[in-house]
């Protein structure tokens, strides 16, 4: 016998309790036990809806490959050899779908994650989950130093979450209950699983290995649990130097060891400027503990830079004094201008 439950942007309808643990992130609890999948599951990519080589797939690859990418937690989720083509995703077939769907079918919702678990007795596990995202997102590549609420690459990352048994905590993560939700910094893949979806994943499917990763973001989370960007607009300085300047700067550790290392800030005419810019600031052994995000207001005197517009941007273990999991999420570009003007 089957039950089912369904999480639904902050609703939640179940026979369990939610567990709650330490700090921040959520599970579902049968008898003081976990629930959890027996052994790893496979999505049914529903075709019609996410075709093959569309960036809904390549959102939904990428979440999929994030959650696998968590070293001390099991690989969990793939693909299924074969596909669905109807229009609709069949809830209590015993087949795990996954499917774009109009939003109104969501209830409103940019996802939803259907859940279904045996009967709870000493302990359950899960037998199916069926996981849609709304087709009125954006499903790109979402800029680093930008506030989205209509990601599809995030909403992917949120359900597939709830898919390996999550549920909601706030925090900078990516299983807060409401968008945004909270960005890596660099050039490349801005949306990954973060401190505490990744402790989550550890504490629920653990093998045991480490992992070693600090990330460097433009967002902060607020004493209001708003999701906000570090710095915005534009700051008009002087050009012969001296003048003082305050960055909020983000550091996230999604590993599993404390890592000490050296931060920069630089600024450049380039927006792509994620290596090399003009240092103006540098700051060396700040430390960063596992599983934490740490947002700091820096303050520090400008060197003399040249007359015109820069990007500004912040790096962690620029002297690559750390051997990381990532290295292409450790320097981001925040989200303000700097104005140097002659005088
Ligand atoms: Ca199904
Ligand atoms: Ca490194
Ligand atoms: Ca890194
Ligand atoms: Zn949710």
């Known amino acids: 016998m089957n039950r089912k439950s369904i999480l639904a942007g902050a609703v939640l309808l179940s026979g369990f309790l939610m567990a709650s643990h330490a700090h921040a992130f959520s599970f579902f609890k049968c008898n003081g036990n976990p629930v959890v999948w027996g052994s790893p599951f496979q999505m049914v990519q529903n075709t019609l809806s996410i075709p093959f080589g569309t960036p809904p797939e390549s959102s939904l690859d990428n979440a999929i490959g994030r959650w696998n990418g968590v070293q001390g937690m099991a690989n969990m989720v793939s693909k299924a050899p074969f596909i669905t083509i109807g229009s609709d995703l069949s809830i209590g077939d015993g087949q795990n779908d996954v499917a774009t769907t109009g939003r109104a079918k969501l209830g409103g919702n940019s996802g939803l994650t259907f859940l279904i678990h045996n009967l709870c007795v000493l302990s359950s596990s899960w037998v199916e989950a069926d996981v849609a995202v709304a087709n009125d997102l954006t499903f790109g590549r979402v800029a680093e130093d930008s506030l989205t609420t209509t990601s599809g690459r995030s909403t992917f990352i949120h359900e597939l979450g709830h898919a390996h048994g999550l549920g909601h905590a706030q925090g900078f993560n990516n299983m807060r209950a409401s968008q945004p939700l909270p960005l890596v910094g660099g050039p490349n893949e801005t949306v990954d699983v973060l401190p ?120 962690v273990d620029v002297l690559h004094e750390v051997q990381e999991s990532r290295e292409d999420d450790n320097n981001v570009r925040e989200g303000v201008l700097l104005q140097v003007n002659n005088c």
């Open 196 to 315: 505490d979806d990744a402790r989550a994943g550890r504490f629920l499917y653990p093998t045991g290995n480490g992992e070693v990763n600090l990330f460097a973001s433009a967002q902060r989370r607020t004493s209001k649990d708003k999701i906000v960007l570090n710095n915005s607009g534009t700051i008009t300085v002087c050009s012969k130097g001296g003048d003082t300047i305050t960055l909020f700067s983000t550091v996230g550790n999604n590993g599993t060891i404390t890592a000490t290392q050296t931060e920069r800030w630089w600024v450049s005419t380039s927006n792509q400027a994620h290596n090399g810019g003009t240092t103006i600031f540098q700051w060396n052994g700040s430390t960063f503990p596992a599983n934490t995000v740490i947002t700091r207001q820096v303050t520090f005197k400008l060197p003399a830079l040249p007359v015109g517009t820069f990007f500004v941007f912040h790096g």
